[in-house]
C-alpha cells in the first residue's frame, strides 16, 4: 500500500456549497475501512466545521484554520500550532470598515476587497503577518503558516511522511499542501492555476472527484 493517507481540502473539493453529500461520505468511509487515513486540510474555523460536517470522526485529523488549528476528532483535543494577532486587531479592522470578518483560535478572515485595508493595517501596526487567498475569501495568518505547516504537524502525529499522502484541493491556498504531498490531484472544478501543477486532474468536480480520487487508491492498493 504506497498511499496510507489522503489530504483533502474541504471547501471547493470535499464538500459543494458547505456541504458533504452522501455519496462522497460513503467513499470516505470506504477509504478508511481499507486501513488507509484521512486528513482534512480547509481554511474553516473549527466550529464552523463541526457545525456543518457531523462526520468529522472520518479524519484522524483536522488541519484547520488554513494550517494555524490542529484538531484530533477521537479525543476532541485542539493544538494551537502558532501565535494568534495581538488583541485589538480585529477592532480596528472593524473601525476601518472592514464587514463580515470572523476571528478563530489564531485566523482572521474576511471577504475581497478588504484585502487592502487588511494589508494596511498590518502595515501600520507593523506585525508579521501574511494575507492568504481562497477564492474571494481573505485569510490573515503569521508568516510562514499555511496547510503544508498544518499538514506536516499532523503527519508528524500520526507517523506518516508526506511521501506516504496524496493530496487533493481546488484553490489558491491548496498550493502549499499540494506541493507538500508525494501525489497531488485536482478536482475537475479547481482554479486553472491548481490544475496547472498538479499530477492528476480529475474528470468530475467537487465530492464527486474525491471519489473518483479514492476509487483510483483502492484500485491501485499494492
Same mark, same amino acid.
Given at each position: 500500500?504506497?498511499?496510507?493517507?489522503?489530504?483533502?481540502?474541504?471547501?471547493?473539493?470535499?464538500?459543494?456549497?458547505?456541504?458533504?453529500?452522501?455519496?462522497?461520505?460513503?467513499?470516505?468511509?470506504?477509504?478508511?475501512?481499507?486501513?488507509?487515513?484521512?486528513?482534512?486540510?480547509?481554511?474553516?474555523?473549527?466550529?464552523?466545521?463541526?457545525?456543518?460536517?457531523?462526520?468529522?470522526?472520518?479524519?484522524?485529523?483536522?488541519?484547520?484554520?488554513?494550517?494555524?488549528?490542529?484538531?484530533?476528532?477521537?479525543?476532541?483535543?485542539?493544538?494551537?500550532?502558532?501565535?494568534?494577532?495581538?488583541?485589538?486587531?480585529? $477592532?480596528?479592522?472593524? !473601525?476601518?470598515?472592514?464587514? @463580515? %470578518?470572523?476571528?478563530?483560535?489564531? *485566523? /482572521?478572515?474576511?471577504?475581497?476587497?478588504?484585502?487592502?485595508?487588511?494589508?494596511?493595517?498590518?502595515?501600520?501596526?507593523?506585525?508579521?503577518?501574511?494575507?492568504?487567498?481562497?477564492?474571494?475569501?481573505?485569510?490573515?495568518?503569521?508568516?510562514?503558516?499555511?496547510?503544508?505547516?498544518?499538514?506536516?504537524?499532523?503527519?508528524?502525529?500520526?507517523?506518516?511522511?508526506?511521501?506516504?499522502?496524496?493530496?487533493?484541493?481546488?484553490?489558491?491556498?491548496?498550493?502549499?499542501?499540494?506541493?507538500?504531498?508525494?501525489? $497531488?490531484?485536482?478536482? !475537475?472544478?479547481?482554479?486553472? @492555476? %491548481?490544475?496547472?501543477?498538479?499530477? *492528476? /486532474?480529475?474528470?468530475?468536480?467537487?465530492?464527486?472527484?474525491?471519489?473518483?480520487?479514492?476509487?483510483?487508491?483502492?484500485?491501485?492498493?499494492?
Amino acid at each position: 500500500m504506497r498511499y496510507r493517507v489522503l489530504a483533502c481540502d474541504y471547501d471547493g473539493t470535499l464538500a459543494h456549497d458547505g456541504r458533504v453529500e452522501t455519496g462522497t461520505l460513503d467513499a470516505l468511509e470506504r477509504f478508511t475501512a481499507s486501513g488507509r487515513t484521512l486528513i482534512l486540510v480547509t481554511g474553516r474555523e473549527l466550529d464552523q466545521l463541526l457545525s456543518i460536517f457531523p462526520e468529522i470522526s472520518l479524519c484522524a485529523r483536522v488541519v484547520a484554520e488554513n494550517g494555524a488549528l490542529l484538531y484530533r476528532p477521537s479525543s476532541q483535543e485542539e493544538k494551537v500550532l502558532c501565535k494568534p494577532p495581538p488583541a485589538g486587531f480585529v $477592532s480596528v479592522l472593524k !473601525a476601518r470598515g472592514v464587514t @463580515a %470578518i470572523s476571528a478563530g483560535r489564531v *485566523i /482572521v478572515a474576511t471577504w475581497r476587497p478588504h484585502e487592502t485595508t487588511v494589508l494596511r493595517t498590518i502595515r501600520d501596526w507593523g506585525l508579521e503577518m501574511q494575507v492568504i487567498f481562497n477564492k474571494d475569501a481573505v485569510m490573515v495568518l503569521p508568516s510562514g503558516v499555511n496547510k503544508a505547516t498544518g499538514l506536516t504537524a499532523a503527519l508528524e502525529e500520526l507517523g506518516f511522511s508526506a511521501h506516504e499522502t496524496v493530496g487533493v484541493g481546488d484553490a489558491e491556498n491548496d498550493h502549499s499542501f499540494l506541493s507538500l504531498c508525494e501525489r $497531488s490531484a485536482a478536482v !475537475a472544478n479547481a482554479l486553472p @492555476a %491548481i490544475k496547472d501543477e498538479v499530477d *492528476i /486532474v480529475l474528470q468530475c468536480d467537487h465530492g464527486a472527484g474525491v471519489v473518483e480520487l479514492i476509487d483510483q487508491l483502492l484500485a491501485n492498493s499494492h
